[in-house]
């Protein structure tokens, strides 16, 4: 059984003006997210500014996260690493803090083989034993997880049991799942490619825009696996200006410009990123607005 099925949000780390966590924020954040009908949270990944973050804010977030959402939804912990040891570490303290399952982006720099990522992810599988998501973005990572690498790590480790996808390589991910014969859970990377993914089998999304339009994002799904795609369809393409605009920019920098524009207070971001540029702020603000989420 997947992890969830839906619009997981891969939630920002609200700062203080200081740069420091801001828990009570975060908190409200995850009631708002609950509320909204989001399907799962996914917590230190690359929009909650994970690699910024040291080890004990890393994973006092995800202990956080997990104590808040009391069960209510699924927590997915972000707990990938170029390092095995490390992502061995935050995975094992994730599971002692409550997670539901961690989120393993394969070693971004290292540029390891295919059979280096088997190892790896099959090291930091061992060392836990809730489920795992493999992550799969080689804009990022600056290495591909191929499909006959993820369908070998699903069928024989059991508790790696899906992928997130962000490489757009669509005919990759078609033959990922021509190859998994059922046995792995895909969840789409990318905002702008929910029903693609779907309609390839997928689960769901591990979403971007989920942060500001939690019920939207979550409708997308739940119409299609209701049987009316073409609700989900034009949900999707609907959304498509403002996903636009949310990715204008590097991510997080555009979607928390957007949550403060909202009133969110989502704070400052930590060097290297900086604030969106202000033409581009106009362009969200506009966008936030036609999709009447502003």
């Known amino acids: 059984m997947a992890i969830f ?20 924020k975060l908190g409200e954040l995850i009631e708002e997210q609950i509320a909204g009908g989001t399907d799962a949270i996914i917590a230190c990944g690359t929009t909650g500014e994970a690699s910024t973050l040291t080890h004990e804010e890393h994973l006092e977030v995800i202990r956080y996260t997990c104590q808040k959402t009391a ?10 690493s ?16 409550g997670a539901d399952g961690v989120l393993l982006v394969s070693p971004y720099y290292n540029k390891a083989t295919q059979n280096g990522l088997i190892a790896h992810f099959s090291t930091v599988a061992a060392a836990i034993s809730i ?5 799969n973005i080689p804009g990022r990572t600056g290495v591909t997880i191929q499909p006959q690498t993820i369908v070998t790590l699903c069928k024989t480790v059991d508790n790696i049991v899906g992928v997130k996808e962000a490489s757009a390589n669509f005919s990759n991910i078609a033959t990922l799942m021509n190859l998994a014969e059922g ?6 990377g990318n905002d702008d490619q ?3 993914i779907l309609s390839l089998g997928g689960k769901g999304v591990i979403s971007v825009l989920s942060n500001v339009a939690p019920r939207q994002t979550h409708d997308i799904c739940a119409s299609f696996f209701a049987g009316d795609v073409e609700r989900s369809r034009q949900m999707q393409l609907e959304a498509i200006p403002l996903i636009t605009e949310l990715f204008r920019e590097v991510n997080p920098i555009p979607v928390k410009a957007a949550m403060n ?6 704070g400052p971001l930590r060097m290297p990123l900086t604030e969106m540029e202000p033409q581009n702020q106009e362009k969200l603000k506009k966008a936030m607005m036609d999709y009447g989420i502003l």
């Open 71 to 80: 069960g209510r939804i699924p927590v997915v912990a972000g707990t990938g």
């Open 82 to 97: 170029n390092c095995t040891e490390t992502a061995v570490y935050l995975s094992q303290e994730a599971e002692k803090a």
């Open 5 to 24: 099925e839906g619009a997981g949000v891969a939630l920002i780390t609200p700062m203080k003006a200081d740069g420091q966590v801001n828990y009570d």
């Open 261 to 266: 524009l909202m009133g969110k207070d989502a």
């Open 131 to 135: 489920p795992v998501i493999l992550y």
């Open 194 to 196: 929910i029903v693609p």
């Open 183 to 188: 046995c792995v859970d895909l969840y789409s």
